[in-house]
């Protein structure tokens, strides 16, 4: 076939796709218009509901302003969920009126769904067609002012018990006294007379303290003091007739005994709020102006059940005296071996100062490092000091140090190895030293680990142990026990003596440049002792034998 024949094929196929096309355009342009005005108006009507476009449907209707307000409310207060309205019936009466009925399905998650019926009429109006508004043409019952909302249901908050039975944590009111400048025609006196009101409980709040936020954030409104209930119920008269105070209540999960205070608390937070989702319920609401919120959809939550902390009151409060007899940043961590329950983790100021320094700061180990070379050599056949960090990193795992934990509620660090550096706490230190990194929480976890013979599942709540991504195998029985000896020996007749007098102490004193370390096991409890830039050698000892005096005390001696 020639050139100018095949240009010609070419050309007829050319036509030919064109004609088919818009043929194709000029049926599907017909079968698109084949639908009444009213049947398009409710269509459009039902996918702008659909697209959540509340500015878009509302145009559609007889009163755009006030439908607009109705359905970006009704958007607003269902946000999370998911919407699909079907058309289920649609009459035309007459050339200039019609009815129609819709479906409206919502989904707020698995087995939460709210389905219902509405009806709706149109009405051909001198701007053409229109849905006839009504807020009940969206949800049944809406009109009357009333507004929609999905909210959570839950039923009574559970508490939270040590590992003695002692209660520990329970929801209470917290009363947050807040400074409003646009209603305080006096600062100086509203924060004097404040002042002298809260000096019996809080004497740090200062009408001169309160003065200079107040000038540092001219204008904005600020939280003077946060009070429990039962201390605010003997200043309410006074604290409420004081010009330009408001005070805020909010249910908040708070220690039962005030002198407990520890990191661990915010990670009992979280696996506290775990079981609350675990267990809410929802439903979706319609606000009455005068009867208040009227339940359409949903269930009541069941009630959570309470939970069994691992913490013990009598150990956290000997680890709250230790820290504090510390200058510098300080942290200790204690863990139960047999069961890798979290007993007791505390820092001082300094060390809150620079974050999560006993459960995730990393900082070079030095030589507290020293028994995991000695087993890596060991496992090896070689000397313990030509083990390459990969090496070290790999035996390390079998003593649970750097594995993938998941613990409900609880984030920590426990080591790194090399230079892949994601602690929360800046280190200084030369490249070498700080290819092993070691945590307070590591430090722990590596004593527990050798008591037990394995790594230890660490855990929060009792019956929620952690869960590991990838499990290490033991190390042989012969290696634990060259371990064990070895910290026999430490405490007995090495840098860690001066605890010899604690019976059954075993332990690791180690140091990286003016970082001080000590890890030891007294019973079934492993601890963990970290000291940023001691003032002293023995500093991370001694307080190490501050806590085991403490510990030794009866428990109504704190």
């Given at each position: 076939?020639?050139?100018?024949e095949?240009?010609?094929?070419?050309?007829?196929?050319?036509?030919?796709?064109i004609?088919?096309?818009?043929?194709?355009?000029?049926?599907?342009f017909?079968?698109?218009d084949?639908?009444?005005?009213?049947?398009?108006?409710?269509?459009?009507f039902?996918a702008?509901?659909?697209?959540?476009?509340?500015?878009?449907?509302?145009?559609?209707?007889?009163?755009?302003?006030?439908?607009s307000?109705?359905?970006?409310?009704?958007?607003?207060?269902?946000?999370?969920?998911?919407?699909?309205?079907?058309?289920?019936?649609?009459?035309?009466?007459?050339?200039e009126?019609?009815?129609?009925?819709?479906?409206?399905?919502?989904?707020?998650?698995?087995?939460?769904?709210?389905?219902?019926?509405v009806?709706?009429?149109?009405?051909?109006?001198?701007?053409?067609?229109?849905?006839?508004?009504s807020p009940?043409?969206?949800?049944?019952?809406?009109?009357?002012?009333?507004?929609?909302h999905?909210v959570r249901?839950?039923?009574?908050?559970?508490?939270?018990?040590?590992?003695?039975?002692?209660?520990?944590m329970?929801?209470?009111?917290?009363?947050?006294?807040?400074?409003?400048?646009?209603?305080?025609?006096?600062?100086v006196?509203?924060?004097?007379?404040?002042?002298?009101?809260?000096?019996p409980?809080?004497?740090?709040?200062?009408?001169?303290?309160?003065?200079?936020?107040?000038a540092?954030?001219?204008?904005?409104?600020?939280?003077?003091?946060?009070?429990?209930?039962?201390?605010?119920?003997?200043?309410?008269?006074?604290?409420?007739?004081i010009?330009?105070?408001?005070?805020?209540?909010t249910?908040t999960?708070?220690?039962a005994?005030?002198?407990?205070?520890?990191?661990?608390?915010?990670?009992?937070r979280?696996?506290?709020?775990?079981?609350?989702?675990?267990?809410?319920?929802?439903?979706?609401?319609?606000?009455?102006?005068?009867?208040?919120?009227i339940?359409?959809?949903?269930?009541?939550?069941?009630?959570?059940?309470?939970?069994?902390?691992?913490?013990?009151?009598?150990?956290?409060?000997?680890?709250?005296?230790a820290?504090?007899?510390?200058?510098t940043?300080?942290?200790?961590?204690?863990?139960?071996?047999?069961?890798?329950?979290?007993i007791?983790?505390?820092?001082?100021?300094?060390?809150?100062?620079?974050?999560?320094?006993?459960?995730r700061?990393?900082?070079?180990?030095?030589?507290?490092?020293d028994?995991?070379?000695?087993?890596?050599?060991?496992?090896?056949?070689?000397d313990?000091?030509?083990?390459?960090?990969a090496e070290?990193?790999?035996?390390?795992?079998?003593?649970?140090?750097?594995l993938?934990?998941?613990?409900?509620g609880?984030?920590?660090?426990?080591?790194?190895?090399?230079?892949?550096?994601s602690?929360?706490v800046?280190?200084t230190?030369?490249?070498?030293?700080?290819?092993?990194?070691?945590?307070p929480?590591g430090?722990?976890?590596?004593?527990?680990?050798?008591?037990?013979?394995?790594?230890?599942?660490?855990?929060?709540?009792?019956?929620?142990?952690?869960?590991?991504?990838?499990?290490?195998?033991?190390?042989?029985?012969?290696?634990?026990?060259?371990?064990?000896?070895?910290?026999?020996d430490?405490v007995?007749?090495?840098?860690?003596?001066?605890?010899?007098?604690?019976?059954?102490?075993?332990?690791?004193?180690?140091?990286?440049?003016?970082d001080?370390?000590?890890?030891?096991?007294?019973g079934?409890?492993?601890?963990?002792v970290?000291v940023?830039?001691a003032?002293?050698?023995?500093?991370?000892?001694?307080?190490?034998?501050?806590?085991?005096?403490?510990?030794?005390?009866?428990a109504?001696?704190?």
């Amino acid at each position: 076939m020639g050139s100018r024949e095949r240009r010609r094929v070419r050309v007829v196929a050319l036509i030919s796709a064109i004609v088919i096309c818009v043929t194709a355009g000029v049926v599907a342009f017909t079968i698109a218009d084949s639908r009444s005005d009213v049947e398009r108006l409710v269509d459009d009507f039902v996918a702008e509901l659909n697209e959540r476009d509340a500015e878009g449907a509302a145009a559609l209707t007889s009163y755009p302003n006030a439908a607009s307000a109705t359905l970006t409310q009704l958007f607003d207060g269902l946000s999370d969920g998911t919407v699909e309205y079907e058309i289920t019936q649609l009459v035309e009466l007459s050339g200039e009126s019609g009815y129609f009925t819709l479906e409206g399905n919502w989904n707020f998650g698995p087995d939460k769904d709210w389905s219902y019926q509405v009806d709706g009429s149109v009405k051909k109006l001198a701007v053409g067609w229109r849905v006839s508004w009504s807020p009940d043409v969206v949800v049944p019952d809406l009109g009357g002012g009333r507004t929609v909302h999905h909210v959570r249901t839950d039923a009574a908050p559970p508490k939270i018990f040590d590992r003695n039975g002692q209660l520990l944590m329970a929801e209470q009111t917290i009363n947050t006294v807040v400074l409003d400048p646009a209603k305080m025609p006096d600062p100086v006196l509203t924060t004097t007379l404040l002042g002298d009101v809260l000096e019996p409980v809080a004497p740090v709040i200062t009408a001169a303290s309160m003065q200079q936020r107040l000038a540092e954030q001219p204008g904005e409104r600020i939280a003077a003091v946060k009070l429990r209930d039962q201390d605010y119920q003997f200043l309410e008269d006074d604290i409420v007739a004081i010009p330009g105070v408001e005070v805020i209540k909010t249910p908040t999960l708070i220690s039962a005994d005030r002198r407990i205070s520890s990191p661990l608390l915010d990670s009992l937070r979280s696996a506290w709020q775990l079981e609350r989702d675990r267990t809410a319920g929802w439903a979706v609401t319609l606000e009455d102006p005068q009867a208040g919120p009227i339940q359409v959809a949903g269930f009541q939550g069941p009630p959570p059940p309470d939970l069994v902390s691992t913490l013990d009151s009598h150990v956290q409060l000997a680890a709250k005296e230790a820290v504090v007899s510390v200058g510098t940043p300080a942290a200790i961590v204690a863990i139960q071996p047999s069961t890798g329950g979290i007993i007791a983790v505390d820092v001082n100021n300094q060390a809150m100062e620079l974050g999560a320094v006993a459960t995730r700061g990393l900082y070079p180990a030095g030589s507290a490092m020293d028994p995991v070379r000695v087993a890596a050599g060991m496992a090896l056949g070689k000397d313990p000091a030509q083990v390459s960090t990969a090496e070290l990193g790999d035996i390390a795992r079998r003593l649970g140090l750097g594995l993938d934990y998941t613990v409900p509620g609880f984030e920590f660090e426990t080591a790194q190895f090399g230079q892949n550096r994601s602690g929360v706490v800046q280190f200084t230190g030369s490249p070498a030293d700080s290819e092993a990194l070691l945590s307070p929480m590591g430090a722990a976890m590596l004593a527990a680990s050798i008591a037990r013979g394995d790594a230890a599942m660490p855990m929060i709540v009792q019956g929620q142990p952690a869960t590991v991504a990838e499990p290490a195998e033991p190390l042989p029985a012969e290696t634990i026990d060259a371990l064990r000896a070895m910290m026999v020996d430490n405490v007995q007749n090495g840098p860690a003596s001066f605890l010899r007098g604690h019976a059954g102490l075993t332990g690791i004193a180690g140091d990286n440049g003016d970082d001080r370390w000590f890890y030891g096991v007294s019973g079934d409890m492993a601890f963990a002792v970290f000291v940023a830039n001691a003032d002293g050698g023995d500093r991370a000892i001694k307080m190490a034998d501050m806590f085991l005096r403490e510990l030794g005390k009866p428990a109504d001696a704190f």
